[in-house]
């Protein structure tokens, strides 16, 4: 058995009991895949989609975005200057106006895309950026302020452009910190970097909000990384332009947002050869978790199955307290159930050796009124037209519901018992069929239990149960 559906069930079944489970969660080491989204940059790597700024899927639908603004950049100018048609994910066209009904502007992407990067940020998400140095797109429509970092909202104080960030070419770059997740972004393309900007650590708030982890060989910040909204924003230094370093980046970009993300490589399978190297006192403890694993699970399905069988008994309860049809009815049934009738699909309807009964239900705080008597007068009287056998009815009626049983002074009004000895149907309270039910569920004499049924076929009005219950009793 799953052991979160496991716990599932158990708690359904507890609520149906109408209590409460408390159950601690077991916080078990997972290994999950980190989903990546590359933006205006290919890269090489199985657990990385790459696209477009215009034909990405929501940016918030992945824990890790990269995005090459230059990358970014260089596809609206393509929609501007008309050189390239563009496509949302969806395949709506994108025009540099206003958007309608077929078409979208490129100024509404930009501003998505910015609110979609803030909903990866704040659930803990990390965007990868390749520097570059700002610019302006004055001529996107309806989006005045429209730059290269437009997608990138930046920490308090600090903003992606001059003097935090400007324009540097040069492709000597050195690790300052070894220890950081994406110093091995640096490693893997050491040759085939030539960055386009670099971080004044001299701008006001740069000390307090950024961690630098590779400098260019001048000693300017090119690897950073910011906390933002909750989440890390790390810019890297760009790669060469040539295509030819996909692949490395793509594997130091997954494997650097795994680590800072915390996430264990979930292909990394321990060698066969490690399980024969003995460790003092490590099978024994190995031993006792697998152990305790199986008995707490053979406790939970023990625990699901003792509350399951805990809520179906529960339900004969109801008949005491609930009024409605999908409240009342289902626990009308049950008890009926353990008298020895079979419902019938649709409307309710009871079946046993004696015969069959149209079943109607009805509860209320104060006495039940002339609702149900009209219910089952329609049915009998459309069963009768179509010259079928079916004539008879029962009526179980739970009024006074808040009160205890042996209080109930006028569970129904009297026009429902004249219409019930005039009409021809029994009338029962639901005590009485809870009684019944009990005697049922303990496993009374079948001739006792065909007695009683017997006896909702023949009489007309009010059902006294007493006696036939009082002698199974005794």
Not at 58 to 70: I, K, L, Q, T
Not at 351 to 370: C, D, K, Y
Request: glycine share 10%.
């Amino acid at each position: 058995m799953p052991r979160r559906s496991g716990h599932d069930a158990l708690e359904s079944a507890f609520a149906a009991c109408g209590q409460t489970l408390v159950v601690s969660e077991r916080r078990l080491e997972m290994r999950y895949r980190v989903r990546i989204l590359s933006v205006g940059h290919p890269l090489a790597h199985r657990e990385i989609d790459n696209y477009s700024v215009f034909s990405a899927p929501a940016f918030s639908d992945y824990e890790v975005v990269v995005v090459d603004p230059a990358g970014v950049f260089a596809a609206v100018r393509e929609v501007i200057d008309a050189t390239a048609p563009h496509e949302t994910f969806s395949g709506v066209p994108i025009v540099n106006g206003q958007s309608t009904t077929d078409r979208l502007g490129i100024a509404d992407v930009l501003r998505r895309r910015r609110d979609e990067t803030a909903a990866v940020l704040e659930r803990g998400g990390l965007v990868v950026v390749f520097g570059s140095p700002p610019a302006v797109l004055p001529e996107v429509v309806g989006y005045g302020g429209a730059d290269r970092y437009g997608f990138l909202p930046a920490p308090a104080g600090l903003a992606w452009s001059t003097p935090l960030l400007h324009w540097g070419e040069g492709s000597a770059v050195a690790i300052t910190d070894h220890a950081h997740p994406f110093a091995g972004y640096i490693d893997a393309l050491h040759d085939e970097l030539l960055y386009r900007a670099v971080f004044d650590d001299r701008a006001p708030g740069f000390a307090g909000a950024a961690q630098v982890f590779a400098r260019t060989g001048g000693g300017a910040p090119v690897g950073v990384q910011f906390a933002a909204f909750g989440g890390h924003i790390v810019f890297l230094p760009a790669p060469k332009l040539n295509g030819a370093t996909a692949l490395a980046e793509g594997t130091s970009i997954e494997a650097g947002a795994r680590e800072l993300l915390g996430r264990p490589d979930p292909t990394d399978v321990p060698p066969y050869w490690l399980g024969e190297l003995p460790v003092p006192g490590l099978a024994p403890l190995e031993t006792e978790a697998t152990n305790a694993r199986e008995l707490a699970t053979r406790a939970e399905e023990r625990a699901v199955a003792a509350a399951l069988e805990a809520a179906t008994l529960a339900r004969m309860r109801d008949v005491l307290w609930h009024e409605g049809r999908h409240a009342l009815l289902p626990a009308v049934l049950r008890c009926c159930e353990l008298l020895g009738f079979q419902n019938w699909d649709g409307e309710p309807t009871l079946r046993s050796p004696e015969g069959t009964l149209f079943l109607e239900a009805e509860g209320g705080t104060a006495e039940v009124g002339m609702a149900p008597h009209y219910r089952l007068r329609a049915r009998i009287d459309g069963a009768i037209a179509q010259d079928a056998e079916v004539t008879r009815g029962l009526v179980v009626v739970n009024g006074q519901r808040n009160q205890r049983p042996d209080a109930r002074t006028a569970p129904y009004v009297e026009a429902l018992r004249v219409a019930a000895s005039a009409s021809g149907y029994a009338l029962l309270t639901t005590p009485d069929l809870f009684a019944a039910a009990l005697l049922g569920l303990a496993g009374a004499d079948p001739s006792t239990l065909a007695a009683i049924r017997k006896r909702l076929f023949e009489t007309d009005g009010v059902v006294e149960l007493g006696d036939l219950v009082g002698a199974a009793a005794d």
